[in-house]
């Protein structure tokens, strides 16, 4: 690779990521809103609003690192591989779509918090589980990856597929954290029962354990994708 493309390059990129990803983890945390909680309240109802934005906006220089300048394949999907890759990606993409339905988009977005000027630090949406999240904890992330890994790969992209998957991997723990911290026990039997990233037909939740378990309790937010 390093003969083959620029390994200033690369190094560059992998950078641009890592800070990506420091500042997003950072942002997203409780103990960001916590802190602004205490220090500027007045601020939360437009928190989410802003996070977006800047998670948007700060995607841009990673992104023009990674696609300005092409180099060698290091693989191409061709034939019947391509027809699948791209149909895999293709039901990712629609998976997507279909858990959006048991999401309240203007919370996502923080729309609902800046209309209803909501100061609070935690979310507010009450538990639910996708039937995404009766196989998966994570859906969203194992989408992604999905969608990342059925791209043809030259160096830049590689290291960014790289780096992509290493973050929602340590991102998913992260988050288990603080969906524990908001869910408590009742997240902690979900987790028992359901795996993270990679789905396992003989491990999943069953419909019935399901209702039980949204039955068990109340909660403060949905799991995040």
């Not at 990674?66 to 061709?78: A, F, I, K, V």
């Given at each position: ?127 639910h ?66 795996p993270?990233l ?27 994708p």
């Open positions: 690779m390093a003969e083959s493309f620029p390994i200033q390059r690369l190094v560059l990129i992998a950078s641009a990521w890592l800070i990506y990803f420091l500042f997003h983890s950072l942002l997203a945390s409780l103990w960001a809103k916590g802190l602004v909680a205490r220090h500027r309240p007045h601020w939360l109802p437009a928190y989410r609003l802003a996070f977006n934005a800047l998670a948007l906006a700060l995607l841009i220089p990673p992104l023009w690192l990674t696609y300005g300048e092409r180099g060698p394949w290091l693989w191409q999907w061709t034939g019947p591989a391509a027809w699948l890759a791209n149909g895999l990606a293709l039901l990712a993409i629609l998976g997507v779509l279909y858990s959006l339905r048991w999401y309240q988009g203007e919370e996502f977005l923080g729309l609902r918090q800046w209309r209803g000027r909501i100061r609070a630090v935690a979310d507010q949406e009450p538990f589980l996708s039937p995404l999240h009766r196989w998966v904890r994570h859906p969203w992330y194992s989408l992604g990856l999905i969608m990342i890994w059925t791209r043809d790969m030259d160096p830049p992209l590689l290291v960014t597929a790289l780096l992509v998957t290493l973050y929602l991997v340590l991102g998913s723990w992260l988050e288990e954290a603080k969906l524990i911290a908001l869910h408590g026990d009742r997240y902690r039997r979900y987790r028992r029962l359901v993270g990679v789905p396992r037909p003989w491990h999943h939740l069953t419909e019935a354990l399901g209702r039980a378990l949204l039955e068990g309790g109340e909660g403060r937010g949905p799991p995040r």
